[in-house]
């Protein structure tokens, strides 16, 4: 009889000590975030693993991880593969995902480590907040922490953390082009408990900058539907 993933991780040791985490960052031409990010990530979090995961970037990122002792890997591109390339090189206990252009708050791998010691809690992510004042910061943050509290549903800028062992009985990030995120984040929440952290994590407007607030919450709303109140995620995400 097949096991479910819940039930095998639950039978999976889990370390007494707080976990190790892993830091995997994908990158596409963004270069000038990723040395920002690193440069924040180091003052913030000392030796912590970081692993760049770039998917045939033109814009150097390799030097740029290099120049903060940061292991380097390459991908094919998309998120969802290099996430996944990320993972596989990685020796944490836990794996945290960020964007290249996320603005880390320095007690993150601490709420990331209270709320693992809940041996129940298989991961989770942060509290989204833009960062940038503009007139829509305040309704756009609010849904977004309704979305993530009420229906448990979170973002890839959102900062998803994930017991290692729990993402690889998962088989990972899903093989597909687009909303890998968002079809990961219910596959984890059908597995076990998750945590909404209440610590910010800075998430870069450029996307309601360069295609205006109203169109890109809509194009974000009907994804939503799509891939997850509809369940097409299932299907294709492999749940």
């Known amino acids: 009889m097949k096991e479910s993933a819940s039930a095998a991780a639950a039978r999976s040791p889990r370390p007494a000590r707080d976990p190790y985490v892993s830091i995997v960052i994908p990158v596409f031409n963004d270069s000038m975030e990723l ?12 030796n912590v693993e970081i692993i760049v995961s770039d998917g045939a970037s033109w814009d150097d990122p390799g030097a740029v991880a290099a120049g ?9 591109p998309g998120r969802g593969p290099q996430m996944n390339a990320g993972a596989a090189a990685a020796n944490g206990d836990v794996l945290w995902f960020l964007h290249a252009d996320s603005v880390v708050d320095p007690g993150s791998i601490g709420a990331i480590e209270r709320a693992l010691s809940d041996p129940d809690v298989i991961g989770g992510a942060f509290r989204f907040s833009l960062a940038k004042n503009t007139w829509y910061k305040p309704m756009l943050d609010a849904c977004v922490a309704w979305r993530t509290n009420t229906l448990r549903q979170a973002y890839g800028d959102q900062g998803i953390f994930v017991r290692a062992e729990v993402f690889r009985l998962l088989g990972g990030y899903p093989p597909i082009v687009s909303m890998e995120d968002l079809v990961f984040y219910r596959r984890l929440r059908e597995t076990g408990p998750l945590a909404a952290l209440d610590i910010p994590i800075g ?4 996307r309601w900058e360069s295609d205006g607030f109203l169109r890109t919450t809509a194009r974000n709303l009907i994804a939503w539907f799509w891939w997850d109140l509809r369940g097409k995620g299932r299907a294709r995400g492999g749940a």
Do not use: C, I
């Not at 903060?68 to 094919?76: A, I, K």
């Not at 998430?203 to 450029?206: D, E, F, K």
């Open 203 to 206: 998430v870069n407007p450029r």
């Open 35 to 46: 040395a920002r990010q690193l440069t924040d990530l180091r003052a913030h979090f000392g």
């Open 68 to 76: 903060f002792d940061t292991r380097f890997v390459e991908s094919e």
